[in-house]
């Protein structure tokens, strides 16, 4: 891992039956960077950023993240990943939010049940959170009750409220109209001001050109020279 | 006399195909008659040599009776509970197999001179024989016999004046298996299944002093008394030639005491074995039978509660167990969950209450819980394991990148949606349990249904009792379905 990265993937290799869906990716994130894997449908984004969360075995290759490291092999036991769980957080395509818990209860779970924050603290971080992805009124509002645009940012608060070190992003301007994508551009910059790194999967390129401080290009599972 | 163990259909399904054939040939219409050979000797029985064929005194006097009629007898299968309900609706001439005398009997129907003259005994264990000579020695304690009988009456009158604790079955063999197993203290029984029982099972012993007499009689349907006076002329003249004592004495039923009492009825006006009730109808009875029926009605619901808390959380444990097991654990559940659905739930009681009382002695009620909760389980198990299974891969990612152990993701986050989709199918199963609540009335618990089937039986129509258990089954499941609708409204628009 090269000094001062956050995230660091050297020779990433997934296989899918004799499908070779990554062909040796690599990808180095610091601290304060935003990256955006840019690529076709199917090139491997969401692929890369699953292995990183370690939601996806792979086959060759190593992915580390501030101290911890993945190896190839079958995904380790959930109780084995409580380092890399804290260190990483992740926004899906489909926001994901809980369908029975509000906003506001998506946000504090992980704070409450993994963390051991008392419910008044968390909620306290959560109300903040949303205030300042602007929706802070929407708190009690349940996930069907949300836009998209609202349950995308909904969805990052609760990736952030355990404040990791590294966000990954999976395709997040899907849902939003020209203007919310610049105000997400706007809130992702802000985040690497903050000190975290940021691993984007899109195919925005307009969207990638803008707030992205490096852009990786994938094609069938191998990075595109620039 | 009465019903024993059930092998009911494939008995009754051969003999009542086969006995059509030999009242065929004769030029008149057969008598047919009905009775149940499920209670075997000395009423009626199969033929080991034929069971294709009945046989018993029962069955000779309905011979007696047929051809004294010049007809050729046909016998009906039909169970014995139900023998006054099928004669009414036609489907048989005459009802035999020791039907007991009584007023109720003789307000609904056209009830014979009394054949046969039988003591009401009461049994005990050999070591309580000095104790236990008669009721009245029984205050406090459990006494069997079976349900719908004057034995039953007896004991009913007997718990409001003496304090003992009626115990109801639906066959005549387990109320002595279960006394000498020591669930029971003592059974009042007529002396011929008592003789019977003790020949068969050692370990109890029978009074020598009756509780009291009563009498087996046929019954014909109330708008056929002409037949009934010929039958009564034709059992007349055969208590006069004999005939009837040689049946008596073939099957060893034949004492001092019956002699005395076809004697007397030989001598004397013919013998009406009970007096009319006329006062007695449905809907004046209903206020009689109320209590009964709302104290069954709440055992039904204590027990179906219970059940379903049993079956939920046993259900839970499969349901996890089959989703986040190991391949070993997996087999074993589904094993179980197949072998449960695979068999009734008859069955599976049976066994509980009486299968493994060598082994552990459960109370009935106990019994009951725990085999309708065990088998409900296996039902909810794969309802909660579809709903585990139906929640989005996307949901269990979610929760994992945010760190929750697997354990948490299912209490947290999993379960609760799983809940959801399962909340329906639950309401349906437990409306379903509460129906099948009434099948442990045959490990002795007398529920609702039970209790409104001994009201119809003592009152001789379904009618009112029967719309007053249904009102109440609707009653305990309107609300649970009313709730599980707001609770699903109030989910949905979350």
Redesign the interface.
């Known amino acids: 891992m090269e000094r001062g990265m956050t995230l660091s993937v050297r020779g990433l290799r997934v296989l899918r039956g004799e499908r070779e869906v990554l062909r040796g990716v690599d990808v180095d994130v610091a601290p304060g960077e935003i990256c955006a894997l840019m690529g076709a449908s199917g090139a491997g984004k969401t692929t890369v950023l699953r292995a990183v969360a370690a939601l996806q075995p792979f086959d060759g290759g190593s992915i580390t993240v501030d101290e911890v490291v993945l190896r190839p092999g079958p995904l380790p036991v959930q109780s084995q990943l409580g380092a890399l769980r804290r260190h990483v957080g992740m926004v899906f395509q489909a926001h994901a939010l809980f369908e029975h818990l509000s906003a506001l209860d998506n946000v504090t779970l992980a704070p409450i049940h993994v963390l051991r924050w008392d419910r008044g603290r968390a909620e306290s971080v959560a109300h903040e959170l949303l205030e300042s992805l602007g929706v802070g009124a929407r708190a009690s509002a349940f996930p069907r009750q949300l836009s998209g645009g609202e349950a995308q940012r909904v969805a990052i608060a609760r990736a952030l409220a355990p404040n990791p070190s590294l966000l990954l992003m999976d395709e997040p301007t899907a849902a939003l109209d020209p203007a919310r994508r610049g105000a997400l551009g706007e809130k992702l910059r802000e985040l690497a001001r903050e000190g975290r790194a940021l691993l984007v999967s899109t195919h925005d390129v307009d969207f990638a050109r803008a707030c992205a401080d490096r852009v990786i290009t994938l094609a069938d599972g191998a990075i595109v020279p620039a | 006399m009465k019903i024993t163990v059930p092998i009911r259909i494939s008995v009754a399904v051969l003999l009542t195909l086969s006995h059509r054939t030999v009242a065929q040939s004769a030029g008149r219409p057969p008598l047919r008659w009905g009775g149940d050979a499920e209670g075997g000797a000395p009423f009626v029985e199969a033929d080991p040599a034929d069971p294709s064929k009945v046989r018993g005194f029962d069955v000779e006097i309905a011979r007696m009776i047929a051809h004294g009629l010049g007809r050729e007898p046909q016998f009906v299968q039909v169970q014995w509970s139900s023998i006054e309900q099928s004669l009414e609706r036609g489907d048989f001439d005459v009802g035999m197999s020791g039907l007991e005398d009584r007023p109720e009997l003789r307000a609904r129907h056209s009830v014979s001179i009394p054949y046969f003259e039988f003591r009401e005994v009461l049994a005990v264990r050999t070591a309580d024989s000095a104790r236990y000579r008669t009721l009245s020695d029984l205050r406090g304690k459990r006494v069997g016999t079976l349900g719908a009988t004057t034995a039953y009456q007896i004991l009913l009158g007997a718990r409001d004046s003496l304090g003992l604790i009626p115990i109801s079955y639906d066959d005549d063999v387990h109320p002595y298996a279960d006394l000498v197993a020591g669930r029971v203290d003592a059974v009042l029984l007529d002396n011929i299944i008592a003789d019977r029982s003790h020949r068969r099972l050692p370990g109890f012993v029978v009074q020598p002093a009756p509780v009291a007499t009563g009498h087996y009689v046929a019954v014909f349907p109330l708008a056929n008394g002409a037949e009934r006076d010929s039958a009564d002329a034709i059992l007349r003249a055969r208590m006069r030639d004999g005939s009837l004592e040689k049946v008596f004495r073939a099957w060893n039923v034949w004492d001092d005491e019956q002699a005395k009492y076809l004697q007397r009825a030989t001598a004397a006006a013919p013998e009406q074995g009970a007096t009319t009730n006329p006062g007695s109808t449905a809907g004046s009875s209903a206020a009689t039978y109320l209590p009964a029926l709302l104290r069954a009605a709440g055992i039904t619901l204590l027990l179906s509660c219970l059940s379903m808390l049993l079956a939920v959380s046993v259900g839970v444990c499969i349901a996890a167990g089959r989703v986040y097991g190991a391949p070993f654990v997996r087999a074993l559940l589904t094993v179980y969950v197949e072998a449960v659905r695979g068999t009734p739930v008859l069955l599976q009681l049976f066994v509980i209450y009486y299968g493994l009382s060598g082994v552990v002695r459960l109370p009935a009620f106990a019994a009951a819980v725990l085999g309708l909760g065990l088998n409900y389980a296996a039902y909810e198990s794969e309802i909660y394991r579809s709903a585990l299974e139906a929640i989005?891969r996307?949901?269990l990612?979610?929760?994992?990148?945010?760190?929750?152990?697997?354990f948490?993701i299912l209490r947290?986050?999993r379960g609760?949606?799983a809940l959801?989709l399962a909340l329906a199918p639950m309401t349906n199963d437990f409306v379903a349990l509460l129906k099948d609540s009434s099948l442990v009335s045959v490990i002795t618990v007398v529920e609702l249904t039970k209790q409104t089937a001994i009201y119809a039986t003592n009152i001789g129509s379904w009618v009112v009792p029967g719309l007053l258990c249904a009102l109440a089954y609707l009653a305990l499941s309107l609300p649970l379905s009313h709730f599980a609708r707001r609770l699903e409204r109030r989910?949905s628009a979350?």
């Open positions: 989005a996307p949901q990612e979610a929760a994992r990148t945010l760190g929750l152990s697997e948490q947290l986050v609760p949606q959801r989910w979350a």
